[in-house]
């Protein structure tokens, strides 16, 4: 979609989003268009996965009130937590947020900046898989870091968001949360969250690390057979709706608070808390790598956050590699 008609069509969600009808001149007058235009973008908005149905003599309504995602509330947030509120930004779709980050990261954005967006048109998951990323839904945020360490210091670094997002559910009243390696939270051994880190720079140096965030707040039941693994979301398990921009800012909050004390301590002042949320833990797992599936029994995460197998009386490393729990065993 050109950028005009993008920008339209979100604000015809915007006016739809009280869950009130609105007709077609209503809409058409508000954005200057016609109202063939409209029920044009209509069909736009329903192609962003948004239900929404008309009504003769009344006009258009979603079939429920949608909470988007606010930009001056998520400043005024993170001013309450006391957090930089001015190295954030709102999209409404981008084709992923980590893409609009990285092209940021040449223009000169600071780290710790944060990208959210309301709809990914390609957003990415780990092992070349997609994330499927409906409008207004879900969280989808992406940060900038720069990691002095190098890129020697990236694979802790994505233990410590898994650990970040899989603590931040603990505390909004989810139970039983946990994370299965390297990054995945999980609850019940269904996905709630993901994080995808993808690095910028030289082996050496200064690593310019994008930290994708994927979090499930209400999937759509029309999506709920398209993801081609377990799953759940927040709406699911919490008795009422969470407030998306106040998880956004806590989320961005947590998140930077996390990295500065990797910078400062490493991975040691995590592997205790990654370690309690251990879905693996002593647990009989296979790692598949290519071609060769190697199996053992999960023993927790080294101090690079490399995957302990204790295999014929011997602890080996993997630094890579899918991991899954053997029910065989
Ligand atoms: C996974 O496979 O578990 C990682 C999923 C990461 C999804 C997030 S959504 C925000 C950011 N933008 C993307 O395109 N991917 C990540």
């Known amino acids: 979609m050109k950028p005009l008609r993008i920008e339209r069509v979100v604000r015809v969600i915007e006016t739809l989003s009280d869950g009130q009808f609105h007709s077609g001149e209503e809409l058409g ?3 200057g268009v016609s109202r063939t235009a409209i029920s044009q973008y209509i069909k736009d908005v329903q192609k962003l996965g948004i239900d929404v149905f008309r009504v003769t003599g009344k006009g258009y309504r979603l079939s429920s009130p949608l909470q988007l995602l606010s930009l001056p509330e998520l400043q005024e947030l993170l001013e309450e937590y006391q957090e930089d509120s001015t190295n954030v ?4 779709i981008v084709t992923s947020t980590n893409d609009r980050v990285k092209h940021g990261i040449k223009y000169g954005i600071s780290s ?7 709809a990914q048109t390609q957003g990415r998951g780990r092992r070349g898989k997609r994330w499927l990323s409906p409008f207004a839904s879900n969280l989808y945020m992406s940060m900038y870091w720069r990691l002095e360490q190098g890129m020697s210091a990236a694979m802790g670094l994505s233990l410590v968001i898994g650990t970040v997002v899989a603590e931040l559910l603990s505390e909004l009243g989810v139970y039983d949360v946990q994370l299965k390696w390297p990054n995945d939270v999980i609850i019940h051994d269904k996905k709630i969250a993901g994080v995808l880190i993808e690095l910028e720079g030289q082996a050496l140096d200064t690593a310019h690390v994008v930290i994708g965030v994927g979090l499930n707040i209400a999937i759509p039941s029309y999506l709920s057979d398209k993801i081609d693994q377990p799953w759940t979301d927040l709406s699911q398990l919490l008795p009422t709706p ?13 998140t930077r608070a996390a990295l500065r004390e990797y910078g400062q ?8 808390r990654w370690n309690r949320l251990d879905r693996l ?3 009989p797992v296979c790692v598949i ?11 927790g995460i080294d101090d690079t956050g490399a995957l302990l197998l204790s ?6 490393r993997f630094h890579a590699g899918e991991v899954s729990l053997r029910y065989d065993a």
């Open 265 to 272: 301590h490493g991975l040691a002042a995590f592997t205790a």
């Open 242 to 254: 969470i407030d998306r921009n106040r998880l956004a800012a806590l989320l961005i909050m947590k």
């Open 29 to 31: 007058a508000a954005l």
């Open 281 to 283: 833990a002593k647990k």
């Open 289 to 299: 790598m290519g071609d060769t599936v190697i199996e053992g029994i999960a023993e």
């Open 89 to 92: 930004a709102l999209e409404r």
């Open 112 to 118: 710790g900046h944060a990208l959210l967006a309301e």
């Open 311 to 316: 295999r014929n009386g011997k602890l080996e």
